[in-house]
């Protein structure tokens, strides 16, 4: 017998002889949110109690207990919360309230990041992709949104802080994760608007390297 | 989903992976790949050169002309992307899980004996009745298309060479299955999504892709095809039975085929052993059949609907 099987078996015999009244085994009652037995304390009222795992030891071809649903696979949370520009932007990006448009914006901000790593986009252009993307993606519910992060990119570049390539990449990075976090928790975009977002923004930067 | 997700997404279903479109990237080479790289652009090209035929068809319904598989995204390839389909990789991904070897089949040893678990008690949507029916109808299909298999649905997975589990499977996934293995005592597993209302053709047909793949086939790119990626109305119209290129692919792993019609309504869902139906001559005048269930009908080239071809009631 293996140990988590030793674990349950010897957890069952702590439940049981605990209480004392169960006659048979007690039910297992399975749901979304996992297993449960139902157990009587010594006034006879019933209560469900948690457990972690069943491992199906019967033999033969009876049915095994239905699997719990396995978690739906979350799109990729930020976990540690963003500091600088970071949480700024998703502080700013919070009191919008859209976080599907949170997730689109996030997209643009991750592709001209990789446009400024592939060298697509530069100083000259940065300004501009960013701007139009963000005309095509988010609707006029970020104008307050932009208007500081503009505030916050002109800033920069006028301290020169947006000189080359790698800065670019990592002041983009920032907000990104800071769009990101703000939208955690949300349902996710499907793939294929993704994909949308991307196409554009690519589209964009193609477009200001010509 | 981010940018990271959209690489896995396409990395999973095979698309860094089609001979006819190389990359070279490994997966430790993903986070490398940007999304403005050529790469990532010919991943995107490939998804729709492989699920060309649904392209052509919402291409037409966007923008009234066929499609270019050419990497660029309209609102046709974002309604691509959207499409319910199983989640085993159209190309085979090396070190997959899923994909294992891609030339396997069922020994001859064990074809006839294969026996198929159902460990879940009902699809959300449907009895528990009817989600046993449904995948002794999928069986069925593939007893009756090949000679040489006899394959059983039981309940719980004690003993099973292939079984099905429910889980969340996320996104526009239906559901997956591994690859046969060319080994009798594999044991395959498959998953169906838990967050979907299911119906009887709905499931059987899917569950009939599936267990091809458990049989050993990859995906086709066929849009009349059972094993195209993507569900259809032409394979629910033939509840799940497989079609020419299917068998074809069928034949190549070395299976025999049985050139039998498929399983008549009434003995779709009744377990095997029985006897399969001669070919099914219709008895009533062309113009005395009438219409009912699914399958699709066509005007020309507009479509009148589902709806599965019955005999008149005899009264």
């Known amino acids: ?210 | 989903m981010n940018g990271t997700e959209l690489k896995s997404f396409l990395w999973e279903k095979g698309h860094f992976h089609n001979t006819e479109m190389p990359v070279g990237i490994e997966e430790s080479d993903l986070d490398k790949i940007t999304l403005t790289s050529k790469e990532f652009a010919t991943a995107v090209r490939s998804y729709q050169d492989f699920l060309r035929p649904t392209l052509d068809e919402l291409t037409l319904q966007e923008h009234g002309r066929l499609a270019v598989a050419d990497g660029d995204i309209g609102p046709a390839t974002e309604r691509l992307f959207a499409m319910p389909r199983c989640g085993f990789p159209d190309f085979e991904v090396p070190g997959a899980a899923m994909s294992a070897k891609q030339e396997a089949n069922w020994p001859t040893a064990c074809r006839r004996n294969i026996k198929f678990g159902l460990a879940f008690d009902k699809a959300p949507g449907m009895t528990s009745d009817d989600t046993l029916k449904a995948f002794i109808g999928a069986i069925n299909n593939w007893n009756y298309a090949l000679s040489d298999l006899t394959a059983v649905v039981q309940r719980g997975r004690t003993g099973a060479h292939i079984w099905a589990g429910l889980g969340r499977l996320g996104g526009s996934t239906l559901a997956w299955s591994y690859l046969a293995q060319s080994n009798c005592r594999a044991v395959l597993e498959q998953r169906y999504d838990n967050d979907r209302t299911w119906s009887l053709n709905f499931l059987s047909t899917v569950a009939s892709h599936e267990i091809g793949h458990a049989l050993g086939l990859p995906h086709n790119r066929d849009g009349s095809a059972l094993m195209y990626p993507s569900i259809h109305s032409k394979s629910l119209g033939r509840r799940g039975y497989p079609n020419n290129t299917d068998l074809g692919q069928a034949r190549g792993l070395g299976y025999s085929l049985s050139g039998s019609a498929p399983p008549s309504l009434d003995n779709q869902y009744r377990p095997m052993p029985h006897t399969p139906d001669e070919p099914d001559e219709p008895d009533v005048p062309v113009n005395e059949l009438v219409f009912r269930g699914s399958f699709e009908a066509f005007d020309g080239d507009r479509s009148l609907g589902e709806f599965i071809l019955a005999r008149k009631p005899k009264v």
Not at chain 1, 76 to 94: F, H, R, V, Y
Not at chain 1, 179 to 188: C, F, N, P, Q, V
């Open chain 1, 1 to 210: 017998m293996n140990r988590i099987a030793q674990h349950i078996l010897l957890g069952l015999a702590i439940l049981v002889g605990s209480i004392g009244v169960i006659a048979g085994p007690p039910p297992l009652t399975i749901t979304d949110a996992g297993y449960f037995l139902t157990v009587l304390d010594t006034d006879g009222v019933p209560s469900l109690v948690r457990i972690e795992t069943v491992v199906d030891l019967r033999d033969g071809d009876e049915t095994p207990p239905t699997s719990p649903d396995e978690p739906k696979p979350d799109p990729e949370q930020p976990a540690e919360p963003p500091a600088g520009i970071s949480a700024d932007a998703a502080e700013w990006s919070a009191s919008i309230g859209d976080p599907k448009g949170a997730q689109k914006y996030a997209l643009v901000f991750e592709t001209v990041r990789d446009g400024a790593i592939d060298g697509k986009v530069n100083t000259a252009t940065v300004y501009h992709v960013l701007h139009s993307a963000a005309d095509s993606v988010i609707d006029e519910n970020w104008q307050p949104f932009r208007r500081k992060l503009s505030d916050y990119l002109v800033a920069k570049m006028q301290e020169g802080g947006l000189s080359n390539a790698t800065v670019i990449a990592n002041t983009l990075e920032a907000v990104r994760y800071g769009l990101a976090y703000s939208a955690r928790g949300s349902e996710s975009i499907t793939p294929g608007e993704a994909l949308a977002v991307v196409s554009k923004t690519n589209s964009i930067i193609n477009e200001a390297s010509e």
